[in-house]
């Protein structure tokens, strides 16, 4: 973030829907630099509620599926219709090196440079307590900056998903049809998250008919889903094609009807128990930022990680040493002598 900008200016901006002050305040929320941390507190504090809450909806599928080319196509037929659309990409990060892919922006070239949205691919940092902190503060900057729709990505392949559907209205699973056993590749866990299923590539491209695979899959799913939910509570299944357009509004249908099915209550409701779960979220995320950046741990680590790695410390007395010295340098009684 420019040093020149005050916190004020910022969200004077951002509630001027200044495309530039929504990407620096994107980039503050998630900082993991104390300083940062601070100062995108006061920003989200000072930000106005929005008149009406934005849709927020996450989609989520395996790579490959066609996210990027699916959001693409739903968010220019929502500018067109009038709506202001925020994208964030949350980019699987290795816990190891922090290194991530960011690659969802040049994979949406139309969307990213239409005036009417906002696209930012984010790295997760390797932490589901960052991709909370970070995603949800970032989306109340987007409805802050008048984005009356918020579309949260995430890859499909790890815990995160369960984070991003406890922040947003509407979950969508986006699969592909396949051959023999249609369920097989899908997680029973995130088809439970789900509260619309779509089966993306169903058109003819390359000559296959690929059409009719997906109208196949598509019943078998719905079928199964019926078995998991019960007939009432089940998601609803569409196919659609992110490459030609075909089905998209479908998608979008359902998730306006499942919003509405919600009703005004339901989605408030919602939102304060995703309000109560991001606090314990921002507690935790807080709690490792401070058991990294203690001295006492510092000291400490390396010692007891080389004895763990040659066998000379229990994992659990490796934990119990390290919480001690977190407790030592906190002002607590430590816990092990």
């Given at each position: 973030?420019?040093?020149?900008?005050?916190?004020?200016?910022?969200?004077?901006?951002?509630?001027?829907?200044?495309?530039?002050?929504?990407?620096?305040?994107?980039?503050?929320?998630?900082?993991?630099?104390?300083?940062?941390?601070?100062?995108?507190?006061?920003?989200?504090?000072?930000?106005?509620?929005p008149e009406r809450p934005a849709v927020r909806v996450g989609i989520s599928g395996v790579p490959g599926v066609g996210k990027s080319t699916f959001i693409e196509a739903l968010g220019i037929r929502l500018t067109a219709a009038g709506h202001r659309v925020g994208v964030l990409?949350?980019?699987?990060?290795?816990?190891?090196?922090?290194?991530?892919?960011?690659?969802?922006?040049?994979?949406?070239?139309?969307?990213?440079?239409?005036?009417?949205?906002?696209?930012?691919?984010?790295?997760?940092?390797?932490?589901?307590?960052?991709?909370?902190?970070?995603?949800?503060?970032?989306?109340l900057v987007l409805e802050a900056a008048a984005y009356d729709v918020v579309v949260v990505e995430t890859v499909g392949v790890g815990q995160?998903?369960?984070?991003?559907?406890?922040?947003?209205?509407?979950?969508?699973?986006?699969?592909?049809?396949?051959?023999?056993?249609?369920?097989?590749?899908?997680?029973?866990?995130?088809?439970?998250?789900?509260?619309?299923?779509?089966?993306?590539?169903?058109?003819?491209?390359?000559?296959?008919?690929?059409?009719?695979?997906?109208?196949?899959?598509?019943?078998?799913?719905?079928?199964?889903?019926?078995?998991?939910?019960?007939?009432?509570?089940?998601?609803?299944?569409?196919?659609?094609?992110?490459?030609?357009?075909?089905?998209?509004?479908?998608?979008?249908?359902?998730?306006?009807?499942?919003?509405?099915?919600?009703?005004?209550?339901?989605?408030?409701?919602?939102?304060?128990?995703?309000?109560?779960?991001?606090?314990?979220?921002?507690?935790?995320?807080?709690?490792?930022?401070?058991?990294?950046?203690?001295?006492?741990?510092?000291?400490?680590?390396?010692?007891?990680?080389?004895?763990?790695?040659?066998?000379?410390?229990?994992?659990?007395?490796?934990?119990?040493?390290?919480?001690?010295?977190?407790?030592?340098?906190?002002?607590?009684?430590?816990?092990?002598?």
């Open positions: 973030m420019e040093p020149a900008v005050s916190i004020s200016d910022l969200a004077d901006e951002i509630r001027d829907g200044r495309r530039a002050a929504v990407s620096r305040a994107v980039t503050l929320v998630e900082s993991s630099l104390p300083e940062h941390r601070l100062q995108a507190r006061e920003l989200i504090a000072g930000l106005p509620a990409a949350v980019d699987p990060s290795s816990s190891r090196t922090g290194g991530s892919v960011l690659g969802d922006k040049t994979r949406m070239p139309r969307l990213a440079t239409d005036e009417h949205a906002f696209v930012r691919a984010s790295p997760s940092a390797g932490t589901l307590g960052g991709v909370a902190r970070a995603t949800s503060q970032a989306m995160s998903e369960t984070t991003v559907a406890g922040m947003v209205d509407t979950f969508v699973l986006l699969t592909l049809a396949r051959t023999g056993d249609q369920l097989q590749g899908i997680k029973r866990g995130i088809l439970e998250l789900a509260d619309v299923v779509a089966v993306n590539k169903a058109d003819s491209v390359g000559g296959s008919d690929r059409e009719a695979e997906a109208r196949t899959a598509a019943r078998e799913l719905a079928g199964a889903l019926r078995m998991v939910h019960g007939r009432e509570r089940a998601p609803a299944v569409v196919t659609c094609s992110g490459l030609t357009g075909t089905g998209v509004e479908a998608v979008w249908d359902q998730v306006l009807a499942h919003r509405e099915s919600l009703g005004p209550d339901g989605v408030a409701g919602k939102r304060a128990e995703q309000q109560q779960e991001f606090a314990w979220a921002l507690v935790r995320d807080e709690l490792e930022h401070r058991l990294r950046a203690s001295e006492g741990v510092r000291r400490v680590r390396a010692e007891v990680m080389h004895l763990v790695l040659t066998g000379g410390l229990p994992a659990v007395e490796a934990a119990d040493q390290i919480l001690a010295a977190y407790d030592g340098d906190a002002g607590r009684p430590s816990r092990v002598n």
